[in-house]
């Protein structure tokens, strides 16, 4: 039985096996053998919620297990990831921290871009400069053959260390850029991690053929990327429709044409629905975070660590 | 940040500051503060549930938690228990295992001999050998100066095991005893904890002015112990009368005219209602694990190790 915190993961190491776990999930949630429940909260007044996400998948290795964090107040929080085998009742291990999380979202995009950007995709262009701008990176890197991508941040300083850092840790041309425009100018996939409420690039700002993946904000309230890239796009997809729609202030595309025509990204992985079919075609992949995910990260950790 | 196991755990060295903190804790009940909701199960086909337990209590220091654990086949099964400080988002700790679930039954029936066993009380009679029948004699002496215990078990082996190691634990005079009646003939204070579906005791067998905790099961289905008790009971109380509404079978007391006179344990340690009044009153009290207290009892445990 392991326990491991923040400091025992690096997301480099172990994100190409999170996420083969995760394809495998969503191969698993095409077949109806994922179990994703929804959020469970327990209320403690004028205090704030404990939340459970609950995750498990069926098949030859059962797993079963949860997530659980709280909305108290205070400056760390750390959440709790516990993973059982289903089918022999032994607690493979815990995680604590944030980190986990960030890994789980990292390797969600890493199968987004495994499946629908071009196979020949060199260049990455990314707007954010935080943690989940870096597992995107990483998790981009541990699927494509990357040989230069371009940072954008609103702060330079941020955006000059995400620079100097991922291109140490991922031996990898990564050059700092003073807008977002130049980030993603030549770029073969487009990571959008910010928590900006408006657009931070306009479709005309990417070239055709581009996949692009949206982390931040993406509400009606607020959204990091606007209309004028989903129109644009051949393909969008998500994580989970089900939480897209789950969202308290509606869904970016709520109300648009798009909303009939985005596809579950585990439909798209079990091979029931086309992905890219040319170089040409534009991909976005609204990145929700399906519920339970972080489970299969977990126990591919304790597998391999 | 704390993480502790079962080996980390000694019942005797925590088991007085964890009846402190449960008797703060049905205080918090009696006045509104104990959060204490009902249990929540998310199933996995064929395999099994996670059930969660929520627990947490409000005031000056308040805390929040949970405790989850598992239905899945197996041999080995381990349960997480995580305790977060309610007003700054610290995550006290977690405890895995399944010690820290027997120091809580114990202590909650520390808190019912506490308040219900004559304060003189010197001498117990116990039916059982096993991991709860060692915490309640452990939560027996932290809470009265007990000198002579008689053990009854029906494995002669086990019951002379048991004698031996509680003798040294407690540093008290533990003998065991070849029949249930015996153990408890003389004894002030008796603790059932067996896994007997029909009563090991009976009325007779026992003293006026006796306090009895029943630990094992109390289901019309099966109960360790048979009405004739409840009849001569002065003061009958549970830690939850919710709990005992809620048995798949029946409360073994349900349909009876002691359903009505049922006191909640919080209730008399609030001082809301009284307890033993007189040196002859019998009281038995009933122990079904009220929701939610390891969180309380590991948060304790967090403050001495």
Redesign the interface.
């Known amino acids: 039985?392991k326990?491991l915190k923040d400091e025992d993961l690096c997301p480099a190491a172990v994100m190409r096996g999170a996420i083969d776990a995760l394809e495998a999930a969503f191969r698993a949630k095409a077949a109806g053998k994922l179990?994703s429940?929804p959020r469970?909260h327990?209320s403690?007044?004028?205090?704030?919620d404990?939340v459970?996400t609950?995750g498990?998948i069926?098949g030859e290795r059962?797993l079963?297990?949860?997530r659980?964090y709280?909305t108290?107040?205070?400056?760390?929080?750390?959440q709790?990831v516990?993973v059982?085998?289903?089918?022999?009742?032994?607690?493979q291990g815990?995680i604590?921290g944030e980190r986990l999380g960030q890994i789980r979202t990292g390797a969600i995009g890493g199968v987004a871009i495994r499946l629908l950007s071009a196979a020949a995709a060199r260049t990455v262009g990314i707007i954010g400069s935080g943690a989940q701008a870096r597992t995107q990176l990483i998790a981009a890197a541990a699927v494509r053959d990357i040989s230069s991508v371009h940072v954008f941040s609103r702060n330079p300083r941020n955006c000059v260390a995400f620079a100097e850092e991922m291109q140490l840790e991922l031996g990898i041309a990564v050059e700092p850029v003073t807008s977002a425009a130049k980030a993603v100018a030549n770029a073969d996939i487009v990571l959008c991690a910010t928590n900006s409420d408006r657009p931070v690039i306009d479709a005309s700002d990417v070239k055709a053929g581009v996949h692009i993946n949206t982390i931040g904000p993406k509400t009606l309230k607020g959204h990091e990327l606007g209309l004028d890239v989903a129109n644009m796009a051949s393909i969008i997809a998500t994580d989970s429709l089900e939480q897209t729609r789950a969202y308290a202030s509606p869904f970016f595309l709520s109300g648009t044409m798009h909303e009939e025509r985005m596809l579950d990204l585990a439909t798209i992985v079990a091979g029931h629905t086309a992905g890219r079919t040319s170089l040409l075609d534009t991909t976005l992949f609204c990145s929700v975070g399906l519920a339970g995910t972080e489970v299969i990260v977990a126990s591919a950790i304790f597998d391999t660590i």
Chains 1, 2 share one sequence.
């Open positions: 039985m326990i179990v429940p469970h327990v403690f007044p004028d205090r704030g404990i459970f609950v498990g069926d059962p079963a297990g949860f659980a709280e108290f107040d205070g400056h760390q929080h750390s709790v516990a059982w085998r289903a089918d022999t009742a032994e607690l815990i604590l």
